[in-house]
């Protein structure tokens, strides 16, 4: 049997981060995967995430199963987190998920359970993984305009051209915040307009938020989420704890189905459970009891969402002394969009061949469509990033 397997493709992020690692020059710079890192290149554990570990190994008592929807009151702190009060609870089906890619699989599922003809409309580009599931699924993707290579934010009326042809019942995947790859987002304005055309057009929305609190702050990160929630007939949300917690490698994410009828949610919530059931049974806990910890306390709370407002800070402060450094450099305002971009990631506009030479000749890390982790970056490797780029003839 083995012998009739095939070499899959490598996905191209991690491959980077293994080329990066086996690269012995010292002043390499890693711009690669979307981890965050802080001045000193570590990805820390985050002070609440910390404490609400030490009480919870203090008082757990059992590591029995919970439930195939994780713990309730996970789910309850995740929906009131990224929905606040936008939409009744009762109107929301939800299960906790290995991760936001989790979530993404299994919305996809559901998709194809319930529709087998939708096709998924994703931006171009999108998560790259995104493409690989829905491909592995048998899905059939149609990618939407989404950023434009000149101004390097987004196309939008080429977007909405393109979801102009989708039929009723096709899906629009849609970033909440901090687009990745290129950190070009809508404005609340163009959200609106996207939220009249799925509605005209009886298209599905899904969501996928992965970086809350990355963007311009926890509620503003979510406000085009709730947007959408409480104005369509029905959405998918698949949620990200990875890196708003920092807890990557726990596999902590939401799936939520949100309906204007309250009377399909039991429907929608046996569904989705039944979904863990096949893919996994019972969801990973641990980060998601973590999470639950430090939402439902006060003082965790406080303290998580300050550390995550220096964290995004200390993006946007690199994002302004990179297009600070480059207009400098430059004499143009070419680069301004790079603090514009939100999130961790911008794409630069330089060729595959212009990114190769920056790690090459660099020893710069950036992904081959030139996305740029800004969180690799420091104030002392921000001016030997803007020289390279100026170098290199970006
Ligand atoms: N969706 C997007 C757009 C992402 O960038 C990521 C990556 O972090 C995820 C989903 C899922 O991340 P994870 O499965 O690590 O929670
Ligand atoms: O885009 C990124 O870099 C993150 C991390 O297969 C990631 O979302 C990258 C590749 C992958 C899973 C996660």
Redesign the pocket.
Known sequence: MFENLKPQPA?K??ALMQMYRDDPREQKIDL????YKNADGVTPVMRAVKAAELRIWEEQQTKAYTGLAGDPAYADVMINLILGTTVPRANVAAVATPGG?GACRQAFELIRMANPSARVFVSNPT???HISILNYLGIETVAYRYFDDETRGVDFDGMIEDLKTANAGDVVLLHGCCH??TGANLNMVQWQEVVNLINDRGLVAMIDI?YQGFGDGLNEDAQATRLVASSVKECLIAASCSKNFGVYRERTGLLMAVSADAGQTALNQGTLAFLNRQNYSFPPDHGARVVTRILQDEELRADWAAELEEVRLSMLGLRQQLADELQRLTGSDRFGFLAQHRGMFSRLGASPELVEKLRVEHGIYMVGDSRM?IAGLNEKTVPILAKAIVEVGV
């Open positions: 996905d992020i991690l690669g995967v979307g981890v890619t998560w790259p993984n990745n790859p992965a982790n």
